[in-house]
């Protein structure tokens, strides 16, 4: 599988867990932003990737996986931030969940006001080892 597949597979089982179910913008696609509750935006930002070993065929990507949790503002913090807990609990460094890798546990940054939304990020590096055909 791929970086975008082993994390967006991973993020979107357990946002259609959640009631009511999450919404989930994903890079690249249309999206209408709910008028009311939460909803998340998943970003995956590749960094460049380095040979593992001196074959060759053996590499690494690393890169940051990006998750904003977008809650309405006026509401308090707490929604917004709970989410953003779940999230960091959701991607573990340990146990390792699929062949792409969490290694730092997740940044939950300081809350954005945008257009009337609360917006808090959570950031985690990740890196995948990978092999050439």
Same mark, same amino acid.
């Given at each position: 599988?791929? =970086?975008?597949? @082993?994390?967006?597979?991973?993020?979107?089982?357990?946002? @259609?867990?959640? %009631? !009511?179910?999450?919404?989930?913008?994903?890079? +690249?696609q249309?999206?209408q *932003? !709910?008028t &009311?509750? =939460?909803?998340?935006q998943a =970003?995956v930002?590749?960094?460049?990737?380095?040979? &593992?070993?001196?074959?060759?065929?053996?590499?690494?990507?690393?890169?940051?996986?990006?998750?904003?949790?977008? +809650?309405?503002?006026?509401?308090?913090s707490?929604?917004?931030?709970?989410i953003?807990? @779940?999230? %960091?609990?959701?991607?573990? =460094?340990? !146990?390792?969940?699929?062949?792409t &890798?969490?290694?730092?546990?997740g940044?939950?940054?300081?809350?954005?006001?945008? @257009? +009337?939304?609360?917006?808090?990020?959570?950031t985690? !590096?990740?890196? *995948?080892? &990978?092999?050439?055909?």
């Amino acid at each position: 599988m791929s =970086v975008r597949s @082993d994390l967006e597979t991973r993020l979107q089982l357990w946002a @259609d867990s959640q %009631v !009511p179910k999450i919404k989930i913008a994903w890079e +690249g696609q249309s999206f209408q *932003k !709910p008028t &009311s509750g =939460v909803f998340l935006q998943a =970003v995956v930002m590749r960094a460049k990737s380095r040979n &593992s070993t001196l074959r060759g065929t053996d590499y690494r990507e690393h890169g940051l996986w990006q998750i904003s949790v977008w +809650g309405l503002d006026g509401r308090g913090s707490s929604e917004t931030e709970n989410i953003a807990q @779940d999230l %960091v609990n959701l991607f573990p =460094v340990v !146990p390792k969940f699929a062949s792409t &890798s969490i290694e730092q546990v997740g940044t939950i940054s300081q809350a954005d006001i945008i @257009d +009337g939304w609360r917006v808090v990020h959570v950031t985690f !590096p990740y890196r *995948k080892e &990978s092999q050439t055909i």
